[in-house]
């Protein structure tokens, strides 16, 4: 599986945007890009997905490099609510399991 | 609402004990998964099962079983509990088809092996 590189923590304030960034430079063609978060105590959730254009979701959008090497998370108005760990995920087209890296811990302050 | 439930949010056990964690969906979901979240690992695919009766492995299977005799539901297996097997245990489940289905995951047991 093709690996994903996340800084481990960020912070930011509510009501600002966030952009949460992850490499991917051996990223093959038929790779597509998932973004999942997990709350605390929760499960993780899905976020949002792409394979190479930018995409958009009500609860974020998605940027990906012309190159496919690098994408960002981009969350518009952070609130409290969105504190959690942020996984970028590499899924080939034809499988069925995600592999998760350690993620970026996202601090929401008020 | 999709669901996917998971029968304990904690349990407590002892080692040797033979221990079974069960997970239903309500989605009709052919995937269903097991995973173990531990510090500084991240989570980690133990099973998968895309049908019924059907299973794979995934990254760390050893020491553990699982059964899927209905399609919404999917039992993990600790055959004899060992204490290196204390985790959060997330079950997820998602459709076959398309490379782009998301996982939908139950909200976790903490397992706990004494």
């Known amino acids: 599986d093709a690996k994903t590189t996340q800084p481990n923590s960020m912070e930011s304030n509510e009501e600002e945007p966030v952009h949460l960034p992850c490499n991917h430079s051996?990223?093959?063609?038929?790779?597509?890009i998932h973004w999942y978060r997990q709350l605390p105590s929760q499960g993780p959730e899905y976020v949002i997905h792409?394979?190479?254009s930018n995409v958009n979701n009500r609860m974020a959008s998605l940027a990906i490099a012309e190159d496919r090497k690098s994408s960002t998370l981009i969350l518009h108005r952070a609130t409290l609510r969105d504190a959690a760990v942020y996984y970028c995920?590499?899924?080939?087209?034809?499988?069925?399991?995600?592999?998760f890296g350690q993620g970026t811990r996202l601090t929401i302050n008020p | 609402d999709v669901k996917v439930t998971q029968s304990s949010r904690y349990l407590v056990k002892r080692t040797g004990e033979k221990v079974f964690l069960e997970c239903v969906q309500d989605?009709?979901?052919?995937?269903m998964f097991w995973y173990r979240q531990d510090p500084g690992l991240g989570l980690r695919l133990i099973y998968f099962?895309?049908?019924?009766?059907?299973?794979e492995k995934g990254d760390i299977p050893e020491g553990y079983s699982v059964s899927r005799e209905k399609k919404e539901r999917f039992s993990l297996i600790l055959e004899s509990a060992s204490t290196n097997q204390t985790s959060m245990y997330l079950c997820?489940?998602?459709?076959?088809?398309?490379?782009?289905?998301?996982?939908?995951f139950g909200p976790g047991t903490r397992l706990t092996v004494l």
């Open positions: 051996t990223i093959s063609g038929t790779d597509y």
């Open positions: 995920i590499l899924r080939d087209g034809g499988a069925q399991k995600l592999v």
């Open positions: 099962s895309y049908d019924v009766k059907m299973k």
């Open positions: 989605m009709d979901h052919e995937n």
């Open positions: 792409g394979l190479t």
């Open positions: 997820a489940s998602s459709l076959l088809e398309g490379a782009y289905n998301e996982q939908f």
